[in-house]
Nanobody, 126 residues
Framework: QVQLVESGGGLAQPGGSLRLSCAAS????????ITWFRQAPGKDREGVAC????????YYKDSVANRFTISSDRAKNTVYLQINSLRPDDTAVYFC???????????????????WGNGTLVTVSS
């Protein structure tokens, strides 16, 4: 059974950092295109980062570049999203997902996903 489980969210102050984890089971995450997307109340789904480690592909949405870092630990079959310099507009539920196709093109739409986890809530507030 394939599954993704996110963790690491919580309440953080503006300027702080969080590291989100996405534990994969039933498949090898590094052999897939894995994306992180977020959904804030009243807003559309937004893909923020994507990785396809098999071909060393790492991509970030322009609006989060320099603050977000996606990485993976093959031994743990886990993909991470490090978020630095948190801002209130980063508040959202963050999901990781396996894309339907083995590439990241179009990931910012948050569409074309095979499956995703239940998400982890990130709240940025002072």
């Amino acid at each position: 059974q394939v599954q993704l489980v996110e963790s690491g969210g919580g309440l953080a102050q503006p300027g702080g950092s969080l590291r989100l984890s996405c534990a994969a089971s039933g498949f090898v995450a590094d052999n897939s295109a894995i994306t992180w997307f977020r959904q804030a109340p009243g807003k559309d789904r937004e893909g923020v980062a994507c990785t396809y480690r098999r071909y060393n592909g790492i991509y970030y949405k322009d609006s989060v570049a320099n603050r977000f870092t996606i990485s993976s630990d093959r031994a743990k079959n886990t993909v991470y999203l490090q978020i630095n310099s948190l801002r209130p507009d980063d508040t959202a539920v963050y999901f990781c997902a396996r894309r339907k196709d083995p590439f990241c093109a179009g990931y910012t739409s948050g569409n074309d996903l095979a499956f995703w986890g239940n998400g982890t809530l990130v709240t940025v507030s002072s």
